[in-house]
Structures are given as structure tokens and as C-alpha cells.
């Protein structure tokens, strides 16, 4: 196999992975009670569908510490949170959905109380209510990262 071939055979291979995790994204709060971080999640019909629907859901990483971490979606007068009640474990909290379509969601993430923390963000925008359907295109900016 030529090195050509074989960068294009590693790339394939590699896409499935690449895939999974592209609507995740890891982040941490800082030490002050107040920390909250702030993501913009815009959802589009990249050709599989108009969206209808993000779901979210946060994972409390290491390390084990008092805080608790939540995530709130809002678009428009459409507002829900989720909070994930084992901190440090490999399992992402309840998943929460906001049925307002296609545009712009913002997705906050803070926490009960003082001390650093760490956590997964997962995301996705899909075609149906209340976080069913097919997946569609879902991207996100960061505007606040404390």
C-alpha cells in the first residue's frame, strides 16, 4: 500500500470515532460559585432534515468535589435545565430538549457552589420534538468561558 493509501485508509478508519464525538465538547469552571460558561448552539438543515428539536446533556468529570454542574438551554420563551446528580462517574446526566426549531440556542453551564469543576457537554440538533428524529446540522461557539 502506498503512503497515500495508507493515510486514506487510516482517515476511514478514523471517521467513525470523529463522528461520535463531534457534538461533545469538554470544558471546566473555575473556582468561584459564580463560574458559568456560555455556548451558543445553532441548529440547521445541513440536507438531512429542518431541525425541531437540541437535546443536551452534562457529565460532572473528575475532580469529586461538592459542586454540583447543570446545563440550561434557552430559545426565546423556551427554557429547560437538567442537572447530572453523580459527580465523577462515566454517565451524562438526564437528557433536557427545547422544541424551538431551527437558529440559535443558548446552553449554560454553572454550578451549585464554590470550587473548580470539569465536565462534558453532549449536544445535538434533530429533526423531531422533544430530542427525536434524525440528526441534522449542529454546530456551537463559545461566548462565555469561565
Same mark, same amino acid.
Given at each position: ?16 470515532? *470523529? ?32 431541525? !425541531? ?10 475532580? *469529586?468535589? !461538592? ?23 462515566? !454517565?451524562?446526566?438526564? !437528557? *433536557? ?44 461557539? *463559545?461566548?462565555?468561558?469561565?
Amino acid at each position: 500500500m502506498t503512503a497515500r493509501g495508507a493515510a486514506i485508509a487510516l482517515l476511514l478508519a478514523l471517521a467513525p470515532a *470523529v463522528a461520535a464525538s463531534a457534538h461533545e465538547v469538554s470544558g471546566g469552571l473555575g473556582a468561584a460559585a459564580a463560574a458559568t460558561d456560555l455556548y451558543q448552539i445553532t441548529c440547521s438543515d445541513d440536507g438531512s432534515g429542518a431541525p !425541531a428539536s437540541l437535546v443536551v446533556q452534562i457529565r460532572d468529570q473528575s475532580p *469529586v468535589a !461538592a459542586p454540583m454542574l447543570s446545563v440550561q438551554v434557552q430559545k426565546g420563551l423556551l427554557l429547560t435545565n437538567a442537572t447530572d446528580p453523580v459527580d465523577g462517574d462515566t !454517565a451524562f446526566g438526564p !437528557a *433536557v430538549s427545547v422544541n424551538g426549531g431551527a437558529g440559535g440556542y443558548d446552553v449554560l453551564v454553572n454550578k451549585t457552589d464554590a470550587g473548580s469543576e470539569t465536565y462534558t457537554l453532549s449536544y445535538h440538533c434533530l429533526t423531531g420534538p422533544d430530542g427525536t428524529g434524525g440528526h441534522t446540522g449542529t454546530s456551537h461557539t *463559545v461566548r462565555q468561558n469561565q
